[in-house]
């Protein structure tokens, strides 16, 4: 029998996903998670998925308001399907380049031959 590899295609198998209630889609989440950690090869990331699920999911078990469960539970799934991708336990940074930083230099002056811009 050949060992199934864990993609982010067949992580979560989303027809059953999509019928679960939110508690038991938040209970997939966390079980799928640790199973993924159990797979990583690395020791210290395996430790350091494991510590993240537990405290994440501990600090927000007391969550009411069904959009921010099932705004967590999206971002619980994003980011296994993502440290799947790019085969990377941690989230992805995002940069926000706040518009004023950012400066576009004025297209080049046709008629300027110096090629200082």
Same mark, same amino acid.
């Given at each position: 029998?050949?060992? *199934?590899? +864990? $993609?982010?295609?067949?992580? %979560?198998?989303?027809?059953?996903?999509?019928?679960? &209630?939110?508690?038991?889609? #938040? @209970?997939?989440?966390?079980?799928?998670?640790?199973?993924?950690?159990?797979?990583?090869?690395?020791?210290?990331?395996?430790?350091?998925?494991?510590?993240?699920?537990?405290?994440?999911?501990?600090?927000? *078990?007391? +969550? $009411?308001?069904?959009?921010? %469960?099932?705004?967590?539970?999206?971002?619980?799934? &994003?980011?296994?399907?993502? #440290? @799947?991708?790019?085969?990377?336990?941690?989230?992805?940074?995002?940069?926000?380049?706040?518009?004023?930083?950012?400066?576009?230099?004025?297209?080049?002056?046709?008629?300027?031959?110096?090629?200082?811009?």
């Amino acid at each position: 029998m050949s060992k *199934k590899i +864990l $993609t982010a295609y067949n992580a %979560i198998d989303h027809t059953f996903f999509s019928q679960l &209630s939110q508690r038991n889609k #938040a @209970l997939y989440m966390y079980r799928s998670i640790l199973r993924l950690a159990n797979k990583w090869e690395s020791d210290s990331q395996r430790e350091d998925i494991r510590y993240e699920t537990r405290s994440t999911f501990q600090k927000n *078990k007391d +969550l $009411t308001d069904p959009q921010i %469960i099932n705004d967590k539970i999206e971002e619980a799934r &994003s980011r296994m399907l993502t #440290a @799947l991708h790019y085969n990377i336990p941690y989230e992805k940074k995002k940069y926000n380049i706040p518009k004023h930083q950012i400066q576009m230099k004025p297209p080049p002056d046709p008629k300027d031959e110096s090629g200082i811009c």
